[in-house]
Structures are given as structure tokens and as C-alpha cells.
Nanobody, 123 residues
Framework: VQLQASGGGLVQAGDSLRLSCAAS????????MAWFRQAPGKEREFVGA????????YYADSVKGRFTISRDNSKNTMYLEMNSLKPEDTAAFYC?????????????????WGQGTQVTVSS
């Protein structure tokens, strides 16, 4: 499975941005997908995760109520709708995929990773 994240950019505080993560290669049927982010000098941080049928969606407390994860399995794509962006959201955002596990909040819980897409929020 290859994952391609896109949609990052430079925005102002309070703006919105939509990230996409497109999967290709072998089928990823049944896989959970997730978004993580990493700011310079910091560890990779869980943002949110979505199960295959989207029957369970999880968010980090820091983004709950502002970010929304969705997926379209017919397009092999996951999305991250980000609203009310803050300067502290500035980071490289990564998408990940793998069989769902109780380690869904940890990078160790995912088998496949995309490259990062940079989100910069100015104050």
C-alpha cells in the first residue's frame, strides 16, 4: 500500500484546510487509517483515526470539535477537514494505514505511512 498525503499549505489562524490521503497498490480493505502530525523538535502526535467502515472515529483532545476525519473507500481516500486552525496546529501531517489495533493512537499501530504534507498556520 502506498499512501499519498496532500492539501497542506500556509493559512491564517481561524482558517480551514482539507487534507487528503490517497491509497494505491494492494488492497487496503479492512484497514483503519489515521492522521498524525509532527512539529519540529517534537514527537509524532496522534490526530485522529477512522475504522474501515467509519463506525468508529477517534480524535485527540487537542483537535476534537475542530477537525473531522472521513473516508471514501470507493476512492481509496481519507480526508481531514480542519477548521478554526491555530498556530499550534503547525506541523507536518502524515497519514497511516493498517489493521485496526488498540494501539491506534500510537505510530506503532500502523503498517503503512505516507509522506508528510506541511500545514503552517500564521497568527
Amino acid at each position: 500500500v502506498q499512501l499519498q498525503a496532500s492539501g497542506g499549505g500556509l493559512v491564517q489562524a481561524g482558517d480551514s484546510l482539507r487534507l487528503s490521503c490517497a491509497a494505491s497498490g494492494r488492497t487496503f480493505n479492512g484497514y483503519a487509517m489515521a492522521w498524525f502530525r509532527q512539529a519540529p523538535g517534537k514527537e509524532r502526535e496522534f490526530v485522529g483515526a477512522i475504522t474501515w467502515r467509519a463506525d468508529n472515529i477517534y480524535y485527540a483532545d487537542s483537535v476534537k470539535g475542530r477537525f473531522t476525519i472521513s473516508r471514501d473507500n470507493s476512492k481509496n481516500t481519507m480526508y481531514l477537514e480542519m477548521n478554526s486552525l491555530k498556530p499550534e496546529d503547525t506541523a507536518a501531517f502524515y497519514c497511516a494505514a493498517g489493521p485496526f489495533s488498540m494501539q491506534y493512537r500510537s505510530p506503532r499501530g500502523y503498517r503503512y505511512w505516507g509522506q508528510g504534507t506541511q500545514v503552517t498556520v500564521s497568527s
